[in-house]
């Protein structure tokens, strides 16, 4: 057995829901592994990680804006509001998610369901490079 | 060190709580192992994994119900609703928790708590089968 | 490659977020690994884990005030309300965070972002002892 890291670069416009399962499948299968699990770790805490439905594009739209309402940007609500109405919310939003996440790798492909994608979610209006960190366990 | 992987069918009738702790352990015991860690990964985006308390099933009550009104089946609310109105809020609620899991394994058994179950938490209104991914790393 | 697990106790005296970053870096850089994966498992259904902004206290506060909010100590919500209006609470506050975490190492240190702590987050009002294992896979 043995393991290999690797770090992924997700560029974001603006809040949703970015799919980059292809760049994880397309790492993963450059390292000829038949059995494993991947790991995957977001390094910010204004962005995050989900598993998602990937076939209707509405999914990922009603996500942002579920999460738009239950975390209102309302200034007065937050002590930490220093970058701006988006700065706390972030947070909370990314608190709600994931920061890690683990795909089980069986007969050279990643498990994932039918109608799975590995999404990241940023949670900032402004454009940022957000980091994930990849690490594989492989046979 | 050895890696093994494996497929669990939790069939639910419902939305809700289903404990399947009692199948995970009794696969992880037939593999002998003493140190190691197990994952678990759910190939659905409208169920999810939870580890919650086992002891009184009024807790598995109450947390259904506290996501049936903190994500509202109001179809007006999304656009993804081509399956009724519990179609975009099992996405939601599925965000809201979690698709993996790990649960470290010391000296034979999961180091769950004492009052830990590990469930599978149905979001759809009718019957489904539920595809668990475990991957077993042992030593 | 070989694996190593530990546990870690975190003292909390209420609710809200306890960092232990440097405990887990003080044992994992003992350990003298270069490459790994961490992975934390919370044996517990009142208290959870989270990475978070360890820049501003501030964001902690915020957080605990937003889950305050989210899921209120109204008895009449719940069933499960035997040890007081921070019962049920607690459980629901658990769900909605990570009971498991896992953190990869890289060149011997956390591959944690600049700005991300480790924390316990403690939903119960009295003073608790929190157990939290580590499982180290490491090269």
Chains 1, 2, 3 share one sequence.
């Not at 439905?53 to 239950?70: C, M």
Request: aromatic fraction near 8%; charged fraction near 20%.
């Amino acid at each position: 057995m043995r393991q290999v890291t690797h770090q992924i670069q997700v560029s974001t416009h603006g809040k949703g829901l970015y799919d980059f399962t292809r760049e994880i499948e397309s790492w993963v299968g450059a390292q000829q592994v038949q059995t494993g699990l991947l790991n995957l770790f977001c390094r910010h805490t204004s962005a995050s990680l989900l598993v998602q439905e990937n076939a209707d594009p509405d999914v990922t739209a009603d996500l942002n804006d579920f999460f738009t309402r239950l975390v209102p940007e309302e200034t007065r609500l937050y002590r930490h509001t220093a970058e701006g109405p988006d700065d706390m919310t972030s947070h909370i939003r990314s608190a709600l998610t994931l920061t890690h996440l683990a795909i089980p790798i069986h007969q050279g492909e990643l498990a994932l369901g039918t109608w799975q994608g590995v999404y990241l979610f940023e949670h900032r209006v402004r454009p940022h490079r957000r980091s994930v960190v990849l690490h594989l366990l492989a046979d």
